[in-house]
């Protein structure tokens, strides 16, 4: 008999406070290790005060630490909010399906985050980056509401440091200090600006929900990017992340199971459910 | 009965016709003969369906707590002297305003008891009501902008049956002797907390037990979380409870809700000589204090 | 194996039952309680009713308990320390019998088995259901509330039992469905008498008012119909539709305890709650009791349907019988096949 609630208790290495109330925790795995895919998801809890679902931020071939971002808000992040480097925390997956890196390898590839919906976007942008030459030009396109909501700001220039890598940061006008050198404008606009065609490109778009439809609606009546070269994750609320305590249903599709990587043909075919 | 239906449905036609009200929220027929449900109608051609009668047991001000009622804004609703009771409550604590609400009342001298009814029970008499149909002094709607007259004659009462007698009974116990027999129904508790919804004060946007910053109430099914459960929400309706008894006609275990909600308000009005629901300009009890008022009552 | 048919005479099957109780066998049967009657441990085969037609909740809670320890914690400076929970459901229900439940019920089991099995194996459910035996007896006189035929069952089906009992005048005639039936009887043989497979009285023929198939088909296109958040205007969100109901599966995965110790529960839960699927951002897809109310059809008649083939649901009629506003889904499964004719 196998119980398929129990966690693996991870050890936090290093915590990063992103923002005023985001922070990316990194983990090791006691005895042992972990093997997952970008886009994949896992629960992670402080004992005691239950679990909540995140995407992993890491690119999994940097095997040294995997790691999350989170927006303390609830319970849950509460708890995992007051932890310290050396604490334990419990973690359960990898669950879900992933990016499909066998379909966007030679292809270019453009990066879509918002605010902290970057978080999986890091994931797989970091696994091209591992493996830069298996990809052809890839663009960041990051955004959040202000300067102080951008998450990662310590390593956008090591992204840039890649060849053939574009990295565009911009936040919401009105969102920016007096010191901004980056854009400033909301991610649909800069991205109709951006020099990027739907040939022969998959983008990655995740973030707010209002982000997304608009970013959908450039990328394919203004780009010409194919429904089926759009991926997004969908971040329906979950409990057990195992296909079992169905509350992410949306249509048929149980977001943890058979998701949460989407291609936007395939949100396309789901009832407004999410 | 037909007259009734009848009037029902004519004042329902023209609060609808005249544009004075966007939805009627009453009865119509159910499941079976003995059954009557809630019906919305909105449009004139529509009242048809409204009728009232001995089955309507539903108090269906529970109603005007959901959004997708209030988005109708002017309402017209169909309530027993009961259930008008909790319109009232309603009103005193600024849930709802009197000129978004026509009142369509409808006395009432009883309606039989659903577990009855399924079982084919059509006769009304002291031992086919509810308890509270028994202690009714609200025959007539307190408030109303209309009001129909009963069909149903008044109940014989033989005296041999005592309304919440158990209350009584349950006075009488020592308190582990209480403890043990609300323990033992509380055991029942499967928190489904249909009480809650099914209740008309019940409106909390976002009710204690699902606040869990920090966690109020335990969500387990054991002794403790169905205690804190029930106990939380006799004491959030100590003083409002009007006595409708849905929580009870709802509950899928058969727990005797109205036990403690009864006790509670006989304790308020022992205490303070208030009764809930009676008064849609009186303060509510536990909202008002005054010099005068004793503190020995909080032991 | 293949199905073995027996006879067993009204009486001794009072000892039958007698006889398992004597031998600690826990049997769970229909008895009456507060005006109604629910599943629970009988002292004694007079004990239990067996003219009532179903009881008013589901025996779900001895596949899926109402609460469930996960694991238990205990904290010691930074170290943690885990007990499973597994271990102790090891063994549970080996000595646990159904009797006397109806064919729907027992269907039930199979259905929620699917579930528990799709990918992850669930063996908290598993190690239950793999241990509970199930005696159930099919129904002479469905009510109004039933549609256990037009949900693919019959009121006579055998499915999910490991022995059905049909009553035939003052006797029963029983069909051993498998090996764990068989197992169970095995030491009560003496009270059984074998019969051949044509002298078991044969199913008769129940008529469907609908087809479920239709329903599904209006499901599949009308996510955004009037009809949901119309018809279900008058619903409460109770729940009580989900929680009697015997497939309903659904979970909350809870925390309770200190900073000491405490433990990882799951609890029943509903999708008829708006904290279901609110979101801490306060966004909610389902924000109606109509979308509500539509998920549980969806569910259902659609979702399941399409990940696992049948139905999640036997006909029962549960959450019509107990529902406080007297929602009706065999009404509204009807609408639904109408709506698709339409």
């Not at chain 1, 990063?16 to 042992?32: C, P, S, Y």
């Not at chain 2, 009007?242 to 275990?253: D, L, N, Q, S, W």
């Amino acid at each position: 008999m196998k119980n398929i609630y129990l966690p693996k208790l991870a050890e936090i290495k290093e915590i990063i406070q992103e923002t005023v109330d985001t922070k990316t925790v990194r983990l090791t795995i006691d005895n042992g290790s972990i093997f997952f895919l970008p886009g994949q998801f896992g629960e992670f809890s402080f004992i005691g005060e239950g679990e909540s679902t995140f995407g992993f931020s890491s690119s999994p071939l940097r095997k040294e630490y995997f790691e999350f971002s989170f927006r303390s808000s609830g319970r849950a992040t509460t708890g995992i909010n007051g932890l310290n480097p050396g604490d334990k925390l419990a973690f359960r997956g990898p669950y879900g399906n992933h990016f499909d890196t066998s379909k966007m390898k030679g292809k270019d590839l453009v990066f879509i985050g918002g605010g902290i919906g970057m978080a999986p976007v890091k994931s797989i942008l970091e696994y091209c980056l591992d493996e830069r030459a298996d990809y052809g030009k890839i663009t960041v396109l990051y955004g959040a509401r202000s300067v102080g909501d951008l998450l990662y700001k310590t390593i956008f220039e090591d992204w840039r440091k890649y060849k053939n890598t574009d990295v565009v940061i911009t936040v919401d006008p009105g969102g920016e200090t007096p010191d901004w050198t980056e854009k400033v404008g909301f991610v649909p606009t800069i991205l109709e600006q951006l020099p990027l065609k739907g040939e022969n490109t998959i983008a990655v778009v995740c973030g707010p929900p209002i982000m997304i439809k608009f970013a959908l609606k450039s990328l394919e009546e203004k780009m010409g990017f194919d429904k089926g070269d759009i991926i997004t994750t969908l971040e329906n609320r979950m409990k057990c992340g195992l296909g079992k305590c169905g509350r992410c249903n949306v249509g048929s599709v149980y977001v943890c199971k058979d998701g949460p990587v989407f291609t936007a043909k395939e949100i396309e075919s789901l009832p407004d459910d999410f | 009965m037909a007259n009734i239906d009848e009037k029902l449905q004519k004042i329902a036609r023209d609060l609808l016709e005249s544009k004075e009200v966007s939805l009627i929220i009453g009865y119509t027929g159910g499941s079976h003969p003995q059954r009557m449900r809630p019906v919305f109608i909105t449009k004139p051609e529509d009242v048809g369906r409204l009728s009232f009668n001995r089955h309507s047991v539903q108090d269906l001000a529970v109603f005007l707590k959901k959004q997708e009622v209030k988005k109708f804004g002017r309402i017209g609703i169909v309530v027993k002297g009961c259930d008008e009771k909790a319109l009232n409550v309603l009103m005193q604590e600024y849930q709802v305003s009197r000129e978004n609400i026509k009142i369509i009342g409808v006395e009432c001298n009883g309606v039989i008891r659903q577990d009855l009814a399924d079982k084919g029970e059509t006769d009304l008499s002291e031992n086919t009501v509810y308890d509270k149909c028994l202690m009714c002094g609200e025959h007539t709607p307190i408030l109303h902008d209309y009001l129909i007259e009963c069909a149903d004659p008044q109940i014989s009462m033989s005296g041999d049956i005592k309304p919440f007698a158990k209350i009584e009974e349950l006075d009488s116990m020592s308190s582990e002797e209480k403890d043990v027999f609300w323990e033992k129904e509380f055991d029942k508790c499967i928190k489904c907390y249909a009480c809650r919804q099914a209740c008309p004060l019940c409106y909390c946007s976002r009710c204690i037990v699902e606040k869990n910053v920090p966690q109020w109430i335990d969500t387990n099914f054991g002794k403790i979380g169905n205690a804190q459960w029930n106990l939380i929400r006799a004491y959030h309706l100590a003083g409002r409870c009007i006595g409708c008894g849905e929580c009870e006609r709802a509950c899928p275990v058969n727990i005797p809700l109205m036990l403690i909600n009864g006790k509670m308000a006989r304790s308020i009005h022992d205490l303070f000589g208030y009764k809930s629901g009676l008064d849609v300009d009186a303060k509510p009890v536990f909202g008002v204090f005054s010099e005068s008022d004793f503190n020995d009552f909080i032991k | 194996m293949e199905e073995k048919y027996f006879e067993i005479s009204a009486e001794d099957l009072k000892k039958f039952v007698d006889s398992m109780i004597k031998d600690n066998f826990e049997i769970i049967a229909p008895m009456d309680r507060d005006g109604d009657t629910f599943y629970g441990k009988i002292g004694k085969f007079d004990d239990a009713n067996l003219d009532i037609l179903l009881p008013k909740m589901s025996y779900k809670e001895y596949l899926l308990p109402k609460t469930e320890t996960l694991f238990e914690y205990s904290f010691s400076g930074v170290d943690i320390d885990i007990k499973d929970g597994i271990e102790s459901v090891e063994g549970k229900n080996r000595k646990r019998v159904i009797f006397g439940g109806r064919p729907c019920d027992a269907a039930a089991g199979p259905i929620m088995e699917k579930v528990f099995n799709w990918g992850y194996k669930d063996d908290f459910f598993n190690e239950r259901f793999k241990n509970l035996t199930i005696v159930s007896i099919a129904c002479e006189k469905p009510d109004d509330y039933c549609f256990c035929a037009e949900m693919q069952l019959s009121p006579e089906s055998s499915h999910g039992s490991d022995l059905l009992l049909k009553k035939t005048g003052d006797k029963y005639s029983a069909v051993v469905v498998n090996d764990k039936g068989l197992e169970l009887i095995a030491s009560y043989l003496n009270l059984f008498k074998e019969i051949a497979k044509d002298e078991f009285p044969p199913d008769k023929d129940w008529k469907k008012i609908f087809e479920i198939e239709k329903a599904k088909s209006f499901l599949d296109k009308n996510f955004k119909h009037n009809y949901f958040q119309d018809r279900f205007l008058s619903c409460i969100g109770c729940g009580i539709c989900t929680y009697t109901c015997p497939t309903c599966h659904c979970f909350d995965i809870q925390d309770e305890g200190d900073m000491k110790k405490g433990k990882r529960i799951r609890n029943w839960d509903s999708c008829q709650f708006a904290i279901f699927t609110l979101h801490t951002s306060g966004h909610n897809p389902r924000n109606t009791q109509g979308d509500r109310y539509r998920q549980r059809l969806m569910h259902k008649f659609k979702i399941y349907s399409e990940k696992f083939d049948k139905y999640l649901c036997v006909g029962c009629g549960r959450c019509s019988r107990n529902c406080p506003q007297d929602i009706n889904i065999k009404e509204v499964v009807k609408d639904l096949t109408e709506l698709a004719s339409a």
